[in-house]
């Protein structure tokens, strides 16, 4: 028997204007009818628009309810209706319908929407990232909800899934713990403990709050199908400039293909757009904040040197001799070096009105300008390739360098931030909590210990750099010289009793809430090992 048709994802909030926002759902039927009823007594309608996700597929490695011997697409709809005329301050009840083929009508259950917020208005802010279905992520976002209620709105710093094309990562994976359940409270993830298992739920939080994202390296596909799994398709990318030189005159479609593309992202999302980037980078005004999303990541290469994967430092040697299989080492996706598009439209963002005039300035990229984890190194900044040949012509060796004093972010980004009075300059990508100040200010806060940590690099625990190189690569500490700020409230300790300026655990769980009235942001963190232990209030700071 076939079971009864349901939504593949409770709805979801995009895009708010100040009389509008867009409620987003999906299903695995392309239905007939999709509504939004809304209003105090559901009295209210919206239709919505369809469209198939075009990359969506599973494969081998997938953890879904069917089995997969190679990547095979899966069909899934996406539903989006506008919401109109609504008013300023006001919070309206919100369900969603989805008609099927044969007439079955499909109902979530409701929710509360609301336009964007004005000036002056009060709200609490949920900064995230880097979920990625990791361990932590569904009690994360339980304690979330459990702590501070209802949040305004997500700033997600990227890395959401950790294959983009992989829809059950998005979904339904069987493990509990897929993107869409963790952020709707509708997870089921087992954490065990201690010899204590607890299932966690996630937090019901973007069914009612608005979510900003910035593309993070897992938003990124590499070439699409030269591989036979998802992962090695994910691992594939190559630089834009490699796959024009080797097609001639090829369509943006065939470019695309032959490097990487953000395709299921952007068919995701309903995100403010900028005319040069699209969705990929904007500035919007929520209440009293300018955010400002940029496109700053690139390609995660190893960094190990045994040769079996695909290399931060050199290229493997089974892949010397044949071009089409090197991976270019850790290479930039969008440019934001002075005088690119990307460059150009931030100078411009930050010197608008709307910029210039908001109380909190922030700004929102993947990639850390200051950290103590791991993907801090090697700089931000295009690998230069150097190679070795035998006497008979052919390759001996194909090394990368990232010189330290080309970091683009550091070099050419920060500066311009901070000459803006940028307040606060957030990030993930390195799965720990730890934060800092420059002279003039502004904040840098990377809060992603939301699922697993692989460590901050502080004493012994030493990031894995290349000997013999010429540039230099710091194995411990911030490579761009900043000291981590100590919390506030209450340090962790570490294993010799003295306080750490960060936090990189596999069983405490971090999160972060911007609160506007106040101009606080606030970390919290949860001990997983102690099921029955109060959320913490650890670190705080305002933004001035």
Not at 341 to 357: H, M, N, R, T, V
Not at 399 to 423: G, H, K, S, W
Not at 482 to 507: Q, W
């Amino acid at each position: 028997m076939n079971s009864a048709p349901q939504l593949l994802s409770d709805p979801f909030l995009q895009l708010p204007t100040e009389t509008t926002v867009n409620v987003v759902w999906f299903t695995e039927f392309a239905g007939t009818e999709h509504n939004v009823l809304y209003g105090k007594n559901l009295e209210q309608s919206a239709i919505a628009t369809t469209t198939k996700l075009s990359r969506m597929r599973e494969d081998q490695d997938s953890h879904a309810k069917n089995q997969y011997q190679q990547p095979t697409p899966r069909d899934i709809w996406r539903h989006e209706a506008t919401v109109r005329d609504l008013t300023s301050g006001d919070r309206l009840p919100y369900q969603v319908t989805s008609t099927t083929e044969d007439g079955t009508t499909v109902k979530s259950r409701e929710f509360t929407l609301a336009p964007k917020p004005q000036l002056g208005t009060p709200l609490k802010i949920l900064l995230t990232s880097d979920h990625q279905l990791k361990p932590m992520t569904a009690a994360n976002l339980q304690k979330v909800v459990e702590t501070v209620g209802r949040v305004d709105a997500v700033f997600f710093a990227g890395d959401m899934v950790n294959v983009p094309d992989r829809a059950s990562e998005w979904f339904d994976d069987s493990r509990g713990c897929a993107f869409f359940p963790c952020l709707q409270g509708r997870g089921s993830y087992d954490l065990t403990k201690n010899g204590t298992k607890t299932t966690y739920t996630g937090g019901e939080i973007i069914q009612h709050a608005p979510l900003f994202s910035t593309i993070g390296n897992h938003e990124v596909m590499g070439r699409y199908a030269y591989s036979d799994s998802l992962d090695g398709e994910f691992d594939d990318a190559v630089p834009r400039a490699i796959a024009k030189a080797r097609l001639k005159d090829a369509s943006d479609r065939t470019l695309k293909d032959h490097s990487f593309n953000t395709d299921t992202y952007e068919e995701i999302f309903t995100l403010p757009k900028s005319e040069s980037g699209g969705k990929t980078y904007y500035a919007l005004s929520f209440g009293d904040v300018r955010l400002v999303v940029l496109y700053a990541t690139n390609t995660w290469r190893y960094p190990h040197l045994n040769g079996k994967f695909k290399g931060k430092y050199r290229e493997r040697e089974a892949d010397l001799n044949q071009p089409e299989k090197w991976g270019y080492g850790q290479h930039i996706f969008e440019a934001i070096t002075p005088g690119s598009p990307q460059y150009i439209w931030l100078q411009q963002e930050l010197c608008s009105p709307a910029f210039q005039q908001a109380k909190f300035k922030i700004v929102m990229l993947h990639h850390p300008p200051h950290s103590l984890g791991g993907n801090i190194v090697p700089a931000y900044t295009d690998p230069v390739q150097s190679i070795e040949r035998h006497e008979d012509g052919t390759i001996k060796a194909i090394r990368y360098e990232y010189p330290q004093d080309a970091d683009y972010l550091i070099r050419d980004v920060v500066p311009l931030l901070e000459a803006a009075n940028v307040q606060l300059v957030f990030y993930g990508h390195s799965h720990l909590w730890n934060r800092f100040v420059s002279p003039n200010g502004t904040h840098y806060l990377e809060t992603s210990n939301v699922g697993n940590s692989y460590g901050a690099h502080v004493g012994e625990n030493k990031r894995p750099i290349p000997e013999g190189y010429q540039e230099h690569y710091a194995a411990i500490g911030d490579p761009n010289g900043r000291e981590p700020v100590m919390p506030t409230i209450a340090p962790f300790s570490n294993e010799n009793s003295k306080p750490t300026p960060y936090i990189a655990s596999n069983d405490i769980t971090v999160f972060s809430i911007f609160d506007t009235a106040s101009g606080l942001i606030t970390s919290y963190a949860f001990d997983t090992r102690e099921t029955n232990s109060k959320v913490v209030k650890f670190d705080e700071f305002q933004l001035k």
